[in-house]
């Protein structure tokens, strides 16, 4: 939104307030515990499903895009302004309150066995929105900020994100070398296990080579990873401490399902995506195309906009507030929280996302990352569909 003064042109951000909402998001737990103390509705366990898989998709679907980019003279300025990362900061105790007490009602409460994996599924949700604030605070410059991240991913354990995102999937994006970018023809099924092995894998090792010039064993306390799992470990230790040792498992289970939501990002956020290789064996540098972005206001409001991912990868260090939409990026037929559904059902994948990344890549699909199983047979399917 613009308003003209008699000198020069004011960009304010009309969506100022509403980054708040990233905080609302993980308090979901608690609303549930009110909502059943209150009426006694097993139903409100099951708040987080409803929220992320129902209530968000359709209000993107209602409130729709908004591709309003800050002027490049504005950038500065609000990239200093405290008050968006005081939007985030707020969003970590609540986080860990909300895990405390859904913890504690799973083995105090005498729930029924669907209210309990509702329960575990509206705290895992809460776990999975926190990796998004650790991927924030973790991509910061500042040594507070890096620390919050890796106390934001301690309850989800998820640590090992903070290395390998940073310093893994930023630089191999959208390269058949990268684990957390999904290939034509994967099923997010088949993506899991093999981002989450890859993923742990190069950030023990992006450690490792880290260390060893440091002249440290990968095991010195300097370890990114260790830290952060450490942190984790901490928490689980003081929780079965306090609970007993039947926390333990609603606490694994949370924590595999609040990271499935990070993969199901990963999955829809380069799927079919390859940047073009170099005959000296480099790639080219990740451009606005090499992403899948949403403007969809709602999710973007949620995931502190997230889903302007082309700009996110070619200005890391940008924070949320000024990261711009870009008319040449692909673009999502819907938000996140509506594309992870699909992601879920490969058949319905397919159907929608598979002709996208075909007209993206002007039917030319030796351009696309493909599985390598299916590659040579990708290719000979849509062999002579390049566009001129």
Same mark, same amino acid.
């Given at each position: 939104?613009?308003?003209? !003064?008699?000198?020069?042109?004011?960009? $304010?951000?009309?969506?100022?307030?509403?980054?708040?909402?990233? =905080?609302? *998001?993980?308090?979901? +737990?608690?609303?549930?515990?009110?909502?059943?103390?209150?009426?006694?509705?097993?139903?409100?366990?099951?708040?987080?499903?409803?929220?992320? #898989?129902?209530v *968000? +998709?359709?209000?993107?679907?209602?409130?729709? !895009?908004?591709?309003?980019?800050?002027?490049?003279?504005?950038?500065?300025?609000?990239?200093?302004?405290?008050?968006?990362?005081?939007?985030?900061?707020v969003?970590?105790?609540?986080q860990?309150?909300s895990?405390?007490?859904? $913890? &504690?009602?799973?083995?105090?409460?005498?729930?029924? &066995?669907?209210?309990?994996?509702?329960l575990?599924?509206?705290? %895992? /949700?809460?776990?999975?929105?926190?990796?998004?604030?650790?991927?924030e605070? %973790?991509?910061?410059?500042?040594?507070?900020?890096?620390?919050?991240?890796?106390? =934001?991913?301690?309850?989800?354990? #998820? /640590?090992?994100? #903070?290395v390998?995102?940073?310093?893994? @999937?930023?630089v191999?994006?959208?390269?058949?070398?990268?684990?957390?970018?999904?290939?034509?023809?994967?099923?997010?099924?088949?993506?899991?296990?093999?981002?989450?092995?890859?993923?742990?894998?190069?950030?023990?090792?992006?450690?490792?080579?880290?260390?060893?010039?440091?002249?440290?064993?990968? &095991? @010195?306390?300097?370890?990114?990873?260790?830290?952060?799992?450490?942190?984790?470990a901490?928490?689980?230790?003081a929780?079965?401490?306090?609970l /007993?040792?039947?926390?333990?498992?609603?606490?694994?289970?949370?924590?595999?399902?609040?990271?499935?939501?990070?993969e199901?990002?990963?999955?829809?956020?380069?799927?079919?995506?390859?940047?073009?290789?170099?005959?000296?064996?480099?790639f080219?540098?990740?451009?606005?195309?090499?992403?899948?972005?949403?403007?969809?206001?709602?999710?973007?409001?949620?995931?502190?906009?997230?889903?302007?991912?082309?700009?996110?990868?070619?200005?890391p $260090?940008?924070?949320?507030?000024?990261?711009?939409?870009?008319?040449?990026?692909?673009?999502?037929?819907? /938000?996140?929280?509506?594309?992870?559904?699909?992601?879920?059902?490969?058949?319905?994948w397919?159907?929608?996302?598979? +002709?996208k990344?075909v007209?993206?890549?002007?039917?030319?699909?030796?351009?696309?990352? *493909?599985?390598?199983?299916?590659?040579?047979?990708?290719l000979?399917?849509?062999a002579?569909?390049?566009?001129?």
């Amino acid at each position: 939104m613009s308003t003209t !003064t008699s000198a020069t042109p004011v960009w $304010t951000d009309r969506k100022r307030p509403f980054w708040l909402f990233g =905080a609302v *998001i993980v308090a979901l +737990p608690l609303y549930a515990f009110a909502g059943y103390s209150l009426t006694g509705w097993g139903l409100f366990w099951w708040l987080g499903p409803i929220f992320v #898989y129902g209530v *968000i +998709p359709l209000l993107d679907r209602l409130r729709g !895009t908004d591709a309003d980019n800050p002027p490049e003279s504005r950038v500065p300025s609000l990239s200093q302004e405290r008050y968006y990362r005081w939007a985030v900061y707020v969003a970590i105790p609540i986080q860990y309150l909300s895990f405390i007490v859904g $913890t &504690w009602i799973a083995v105090s409460q005498n729930l029924a &066995w669907w209210e309990l994996l509702g329960l575990l599924l509206t705290v %895992g /949700g809460v776990s999975g929105a926190a990796i998004n604030i650790g991927h924030e605070l %973790g991509h910061a410059t500042d040594r507070l900020d890096r620390w919050l991240a890796k106390i =934001a991913l301690a309850p989800v354990i #998820y /640590g090992h994100f #903070y290395v390998e995102h940073n310093r893994g @999937h930023h630089v191999r994006v959208a390269t058949p070398e990268d684990p957390a970018s999904a290939r034509f023809g994967e099923t997010f099924w088949e993506f899991l296990p093999r981002c989450l092995s890859g993923s742990i894998a190069s950030a023990w090792n992006i450690e490792k080579r880290r260390l060893a010039k440091q002249g440290h064993s990968v &095991w @010195h306390w300097s370890n990114d990873n260790l830290q952060s799992w450490g942190l984790s470990a901490l928490i689980l230790i003081a929780m079965t401490a306090w609970l /007993g040792w039947i926390a333990l498992p609603f606490m694994l289970l949370q924590a595999a399902y609040g990271g499935s939501l990070l993969e199901v990002v990963n999955y829809l956020e380069h799927y079919g995506l390859r940047r073009e290789q170099r005959a000296d064996g480099s790639f080219e540098r990740c451009q606005p195309h090499h992403s899948w972005n949403s403007n969809h206001i709602v999710t973007n409001l949620f995931l502190y906009h997230l889903q302007r991912h082309s700009d996110h990868h070619a200005n890391p $260090t940008r924070p949320y507030q000024s990261l711009r939409h870009f008319e040449e990026a692909p673009q999502l037929p819907s /938000g996140y929280a509506s594309m992870i559904l699909l992601a879920y059902f490969p058949p319905l994948w397919f159907k929608v996302m598979n +002709p996208k990344v075909v007209a993206h890549h002007r039917g030319d699909m030796s351009r696309a990352n *493909i599985k390598p199983e299916l590659r040579e047979r990708v290719l000979a399917q849509y062999a002579g569909r390049k566009a001129a």
